[in-house]
């Protein structure tokens, strides 16, 4: 009798596969969906040389009036990349505050160049900010960033900087 489960020893995976990816499905009952489009500009290379990286940020406020479930994703709009050309790297940073530490990533955070990048968490009520970030390329780069919180609103400003 096979009904399709299978058991694989973690190595054998990690040797197998590079990569997982999991989808997410949110029901229209249960989650609430905010969404923002913005624009990284590019930056001024007039002022960088090779010990300086040129970092375009956008600055979202979001403020949860309860504890909720939320999914923070940031999807960037690939356009014109050719053979084996990469996007530029990006990432989500949250505070609590304007200037405080991150809440995650930490120090370490990795720069993806994936199409997507996704922040799955429990937030307490208040106000947090919603760093994007992405090394600055030759022309602009357009992005979105949705917000999804389980069962409770939330509200969303836009570069609030």
């Known amino acids: 009798w096979d009904d399709g489960k299978f058991w694989m020893a973690f190595e054998d995976f990690r040797h197998m596969y590079e990569s997982v990816f999991v989808c997410k499905i949110f029901t229209s009952q249960s989650w609430h969906r905010y969404r923002a489009r913005d624009t990284w500009p590019v930056g001024d290379h007039s002022k960088a040389n090779e010990d300086?990286?040129?970092y375009s940020v956008r600055k979202f406020r979001v403020k949860f009036s309860r504890d909720?479930?939320?999914?923070?994703h940031l999807t960037r709009t690939v356009e014109g990349l050719r053979g084996t050309d990469a996007p530029a790297p990006?990432?989500?940073k949250i505070t609590s505050g304007l200037f405080s530490r991150g809440i995650w990533p930490d120090e370490g955070q990795v720069l993806s160049t994936n199409r997507d990048v996704s922040i799955d968490r429990r937030f307490s009520s208040g106000t947090y900010h919603i760093f994007c970030v992405a090394l600055v390329e030759a022309k602009p780069v357009n992005f979105t960033l949705e917000l999804f919180s389980y069962e409770h609103p939330m509200s969303l400003d836009k570069n609030v900087f």
């Not at 909720?68 to 923070?72: E, I, K, M, Q, R």
Request: hydrophobic share 55%.
């Open 52 to 54: 300086t990286v040129d």
């Open 90 to 92: 990006m990432t989500i």
């Open 68 to 72: 909720t479930d939320a999914v923070v």
